[in-house]
């Protein structure tokens, strides 16, 4: 591809000012990549840095990389705040430009006891003394904190950290005081978080991709292990059609089609007859499940099967049902009693009454299951092995409409659903978070793989309530430190007059369906990740004439597309560069570009993500004799050069500039629009001399286009890029073709 005028800039307009030129090493370009495009910092990585704020502010850390990742003190000051607001001086996460800074080692600091933290206030504030520290003459502070690169919901070593000054809890909003220093802990360089333009870099979300409607009225889900296949334990939907819909579904995930569908199963009498499957146990080993089935059944089928083997219990209704502590048996709730089921013969060998009661969740790999007394408040712990009561403990605001009792199987904490908020405690019984929502909670899953907890909850359904509207809702937070993991997805039409919604999660949480018993559907979510940066292009000088490579990269879902962008005027402006949209841009450095900036922008369907800009150095190239070569003819002390002309190479410039080449030998004609055969070129061409003798022209790609992924040329050059990407640029010359005799 070659640029043509107007599609990006090119040479300044005359009288404009070129950008001073950075001089710097393709290691410090990398250390700077990450430095927002608003704030200028010092080159030399071993020395204090200094970020330039919005307001002129200037934020100076005295140590920025090979940090103790276990913990160390760094000394930051700053000056030319205002003195009209407070801030917070901290190590946060970085999320790029006009994104608050956050989470932060030690919060907010609000206490005035923190080490991790400090609160700057103007002189006089109330908070002076005791709680926070006062700005020095001219807006200046001058603070020691330490940090660590793990700690309150903060991991530097997997996004990028900074140290930060922003506006405290007072003004939260105001984005006037961030100012920004990246850091890295020993055995990392400091992240880039690019800067997302219109949701924050890394937002995950999901949506809804399809709906389901082939299981009656879907009451429980399991999405099998083994087989893969989403199984549905579903009542009938009496408003779709004359068939009883009852029984256990067996979907395709991907597409939601049937495979099979048990409806019957034996009752009393042991006769078969149409049941319900009201809620899946867990799975069989390689495919089917175990359930219940309306009201005292016990029974498991796989696809394929006519009919489910079963047993009927003796006693009260069945109210809950998981695996038991042998492959062929069950736990089962019929109220206060609490059994475990041979399966086979449906008796009970052992047996446990509990005060209250309903649900309960098994821990196995702790042998303990939770028993709860929602009337009651209380959370009873039973012991799997001697199957007694070993401790008791308080749900704090549990007495109302029962949610769900579930545990986390990667660290035991038990979570409890009740009316519209989820109770967590450890796996000892403590408190650890309340999570309230504006719905009920109804259930929870869990994926080990990323330590996330998917809970739904569903409207009221009461629309003469001003707190109900109809519409459910998915949360997703992280088991560590409960904090939202992604977008909160609204369910609409998802409310609780028909049934309790439920939920299953495929392992690494890329897809989750959702039951709406009400309205006789499973939805189908994906999540989605806006585009984040993983790569960035670094800053970079090379001679005229020299051919560069950018390189950058960014992860997403969907995967992200790449544009590159240039500008000329120090990140006022920005223009795309025309066809440049692979993660590699090549083009032959001149030194009419000195000064301009290069980014790359990613996009999906989630949003749009921006990497920092790399800034391109030009300097003169190096004057002398041209390259000799060997044989006579060939470029050699008494042969004479080849000559080629070229067309424009320049992403930014549409014409290049003539050379000239003296000595004998062949040449070769340029594409350019003026190049000519003898070497010499007008504006509109490009010429280079290969050979002994005198030269002026510098070495280029023949034929013109230089942009990734638009040429044979081009490709080696990314695939070296590839290759090289930790660099984060390549600078290399283009292997001049030598002729062997004319050409």
């Known amino acids: 591809m070659t640029s043509t005028p107007g599609t990006a800039p090119g040479t300044p307009p005359n009288g404009r000012r070129r950008l001073g030129r950075r001089a710097g090493t393709a290691a410090a370009a990398l250390l700077l990549a990450a430095i927002p495009t608003d704030s200028a910092v010092s080159a030399d990585a071993g020395a204090p840095k200094t970020a330039t704020g919005p307001q002129g502010q200037q934020l100076t850390v005295s140590a920025t990389t090979g940090l103790d990742p276990a913990g160390e003190k760094v000394r930051v000051t700053g000056e030319g705040y205002g003195l009209a607001s407070g801030i917070y001086v901290a190590l946060c996460r970085d999320n790029g430009d006009n994104r608050v800074p956050s989470p932060c080692l030690g919060g907010a600091d609000m206490s005035g006891g923190s080490t991790t933290s400090q609160w700057i206030v103007p002189p006089g504030d109330p908070y002076e003394g005791d709680l926070a520290r006062a700005f020095g003459p001219g807006g200046t502070f001058d603070v020691e904190i330490e940090i660590s690169a793990k700690g309150d919901g903060l991991d530097c070593a997997a996004v990028a950290c900074s140290l930060v000054t922003r506006a405290d809890h007072r003004s939260s909003g105001d984005r006037s005081q961030d100012v920004r220093v990246p850091v890295a802990f020993a055995g990392q360089e400091p992240g880039e978080p690019g800067e997302g333009v219109d949701v924050p870099a890394g937002t995950v979300s999901y949506k809804a991709a399809a709906d389901f409607t082939s299981a009656g009225k879907p009451l ?79 029974g498991s089928a796989k696809t394929g099967d006519e009919k489910a083997a079963g047993v009927w219990l003796t006693g009260s209704t069945i109210t809950d049902i998981a695996p038991g502590t042998a492959p062929d ?55 799997l092995a001697s199957f007694t009561v070993t401790a008791s403990f308080e749900l704090p605001g549990a007495q109302g409409m029962a949610g769900f009792v579930e545990t986390d199987p990667a660290t035991g904490a038990v979570w409890v659903g009740v009316d519209r908020s989820v109770l967590v405690l450890d796996a000892a019984g403590e408190p650890l978070k309340t999570l309230v929502g504006e719905d009920l909670a109804r259930d929870a899953a869990f994926d080990a793989a990323t330590g996330r907890a998917y809970v739904v909850r569903q409207d009221g359904g009461d629309l003469s ?17 409960f904090a939202v993991a992604a977008k909160e997805l609204s369910l609409p039409g998802n409310h609780s007059q028909s049934g309790a919604a439920s939920l299953a999660v495929e392992p690494g949480g890329a897809t989750v369906f959702v039951t709406s018993p009400a309205e006789g559907k499973i939805t189908k979510l994906v999540r989605q990740v806006s585009p984040l940066v993983t790569h960035a292009p670094a800053d970079l000088a090379a001679e005229d004439g020299r051919e560069v490579t950018l390189t950058a990269a960014a992860e997403g879902s969907p995967e992200p597309t790449a544009r590159w962008q240039v500008s000329t005027d120090g990140s006022v402006t920005w223009q795309d560069v025309e066809g440049a949209t692979g993660p590699a841009l090549t083009f ?25 800009a790399a800034t391109l150095t030009v300097t003169a190239a190096a004057t002398g004799g041209g390259e000799t070569g060997g044989d006579s003819g060939t470029g050699g002390p008494t042969g004479g050069g080849s000559t080629e002309g070229d067309g424009a190479t320049d992403p930014a410039t549409a014409g290049g500039e003539g ?85």
Do not use: C
């Open 329 to 383: 048996t069950v736990l089962v709730a019929q109220g206060v009693k609490l059994s475990e089921i041979d399966r086979a013969s449906g008796t009970a060998t052992r047996s446990l009454t509990l005060p209250g009661g309903a649900r309960f969740a098994a821990d196995p790999a702790r042998g303990a299951l939770w028993f709860s007394d929602f009337a009651a408040g209380r959370l009873h712990r039973v012991d």
């Open 659 to 743: 050379g000239t080449g003296s000595g004998g030998g062949s040449t070769t004609g340029g594409s350019g629009p003026t190049g000519t055969a003898d070497g010499s070129g007008s504006s509109g061409g490009t010429a280079s001399t290969v050979g002994g003798g005198a030269g002026t022209g510098a070495a280029i790609t023949s034929g013109g286009g230089s942009l990734a992924a638009t040429g044979v040329t081009v490709m080696s050059a990314t695939l070296v890029a590839a290759a090289l990407v930790g660099a984060g640029l390549l600078i290399h010359r283009r292997t001049r073709r030598r002729t062997d005799g004319a050409s």
């Open 465 to 481: 309530d001003p707190a109900d509207d109809n519409n459910g809702t998915l949360t997703v937070y992280d088991t560590e430190n």
């Open 588 to 612: 032959t450095a001149r030194t009419a570009q000195d000064g301009y900036r290069y980014r790359a922008e990613f996009r999906n369907d989630v949003g749009t993500t921006r990497t920092s």
């Open 220 to 298: 429980d889900l399991l999405l099998h292990p083994d087989s893969k296949k989403l199984y549905v334990g579903a009542d009938n939907l009496p408003d779709t059609a004359d068939v009883d819909e009852r029984g256990l579904h067996v979907l395709n995930p991907e597409d939601g089609k049937a495979e099979s569908w048990i409806s019957q199963a034996p009752g009393p009498t042991g006769e078969v007859r149409a049941s319900a499957a009201a809620r899946i146990a867990g799975p069989l080993p390689g495919d089917g499940v175990v359930y219940n089935y309306p009201l005292r059944g016990v």
